[in-house]
């Protein structure tokens, strides 16, 4: 206080210029500081532009000689592209005895969405499928959280905006002037996100340009940290689940009816899901046989037994058509959006003839490969439904 005293004498001891200099002085002080703290939220804010929009050009520019921790997707562009050759992938993941495992590889954005020759095939069925059955190929929860619009339009910005077109740029374009094209079905759609419809529009638009079936997770608080609850999904090809049922489930409810999946994986996959950052992709592969080859099959593929029905009953020799029957195999990854924070999951399916499998000389492992699925206990074949075709297949593997 005496300091303050002091310093009042000081002051009326000077001349009246003196002080109104002081005044000036610190008018000056109090404006550059109001300067600074609305450059520091305007900085913010086009910070928070730049990472929604990242293909807009003049944003793009901006986040790259502005912001240094932007997030821009690891993509490199496939040299030579030809869709009518593209290669599909040869992915083979069956083992002699079947282990309920993460069975994680480590990705990057370019495994997020494959491309190969049947894209124009599968693209065009799954604008039909979306067409017949629009709540169970594409849909929003009921009780999804305020921000899921924001979410859907980040997955389908950075699809649709950043990875098709930089991966593929002889078939994809993409800019806010001219929307996303698509050469492939000669569609343009609109970019960014339509928000119409609370999101579903731009599922729609999903589903129907990649052959990726997309399921869109965000965190609620769990006992040990947060769990991740399904919260919509662009789902054409199913494989013995129905998405809509699905959707509002945490990762154990979803996983429920897979044999042995909270004892030995719910509390890892949990861990995981908290710890994975923006920039990883994990990828994994289920396989399965299937029967028919049939792409959109909620109600197939798995087996859920009950007292009256513990197996499935085995088809018999003629009733098995071994020009139907194939290896179904999922390759899926995750990753986690880099505004919202969400989680993307993504499921590709892949079906080939048994035919083929016996072709490149693969018939009597993958044979093996179905005997071993009991190796850990006799659930896992039941919900494979091995009861159903396992004799039948495993002979003609063999032959
Ligand atoms: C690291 C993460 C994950 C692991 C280890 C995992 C593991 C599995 C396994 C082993 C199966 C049995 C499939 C089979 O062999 O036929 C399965 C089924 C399934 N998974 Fe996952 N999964 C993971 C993540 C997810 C996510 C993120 C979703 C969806 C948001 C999901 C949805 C499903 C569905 C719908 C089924 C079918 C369940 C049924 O029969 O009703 N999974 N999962």
């Known amino acids: 206080m005496d300091a303050v005293l002091d310093f009042v004498d000081q002051l009326e001891a000077y001349s009246p210029v003196s002080v109104w200099v002081l005044e000036l002085l610190i008018v000056v002080i109090v404006l550059r500081v109001i300067f600074f703290l609305h450059t520091l939220l305007d900085l913010n804010t086009a910070r928070e532009r730049a990472r929604v929009y990242l293909n807009r050009e003049n944003e793009l520019k901006y986040a790259i000689t502005e912001k240094k921790d932007v997030f821009i997707p690891d993509i490199v562009p496939v040299p030579n592209f030809d869709i009518k050759t593209a290669p599909v992938n040869p992915a083979r993941p069956f083992k002699p005895k079947f282990h309920l495992s993460m069975g994680i590889q480590k990705g990057t954005h370019n495994d997020v969405i494959l491309i190969d020759h049947l894209?124009?095939?599968?693209?065009?069925?799954?604008?039909?499928?979306?067409?017949?059955?629009?709540?169970?190929?594409?849909?929003?929860?009921?009780?999804a959280p305020e921000g899921i619009l924001d979410v859907i339009a980040e997955t389908y910005d950075m699809i649709l905006g950043q990875i098709l077109p930089k991966r593929w740029p002889t078939i994809f374009s993409c800019s806010v002037e001219k929307g996303f094209h698509n050469s492939i079905s000669g569609e343009t759609c609109p970019f960014p996100a339509p928000r119409t419809n609370g999101g579903i529009d731009a599922l729609r638009i999903l589903a129907e340009n990649v052959e990726e079936d997309i399921l869109i997770m965000t965190p609620v608080p769990g006992p040990d940290g947060d769990i991740y609850v399904l919260q919509a999904y662009a789902v054409c090809f199913p494989s013995g689940y129905f998405p809509t049922l699905k959707a509002g489930m945490t990762m154990e409810e979803i996983h429920k009816p897979?044999?042995?999946?909270?004892?030995?994986?719910?509390?890892?996959?949990?861990?995981?899901?908290?710890?994975?950052?923006?920039?990883?992709?994990?990828?994994?592969?289920?396989?399965?046989?299937?029967l028919d080859p049939t792409l959109f099959n909620p109600g197939g593929n798995h087996f859920y037994p009950t007292p009256e029905q513990p197996t499935p009953p085995p088809i018999t020799k003629e009733e098995f058509d071994p020009d139907q029957a194939n290896l179904r195999v999922e390759h899926q990854t995750l990753s986690r959006l880099p505004e919202s924070q969400a989680l993307i999951f993504t499921m590709r399916t892949y079906i080939t003839p048994l035919s083929q499998i016996k072709a490149e000389g693969l018939g009597a492992a993958l044979a093996d490969a179905c005997e071993g699925l009991d190796a850990n206990g006799k659930e896992m074949a039941e919900y494979k439904r091995r009861g159903e075709w396992g004799e039948v297949v495993g002979e003609y593997l063999r032959s």
Not at 125 to 133: A, G, S
Not at 266 to 273: A, E, H, L
Request: aromatic letters at 10%; a positive charge; glycine letters at 4%.
């Open 258 to 290: 897979v044999p042995g999946f909270k004892q030995k994986l719910q509390s890892s996959v949990d861990r995981y899901f908290r710890k994975i950052s923006t920039g990883n992709v994990m990828r994994r592969w289920n396989w399965a046989i299937t």
């Open 119 to 143: 894209y124009p095939k599968h693209t065009a069925l799954r604008k039909q499928l979306v067409r017949d059955h629009p709540r169970v190929t594409h849909d929003v929860h009921k009780d």
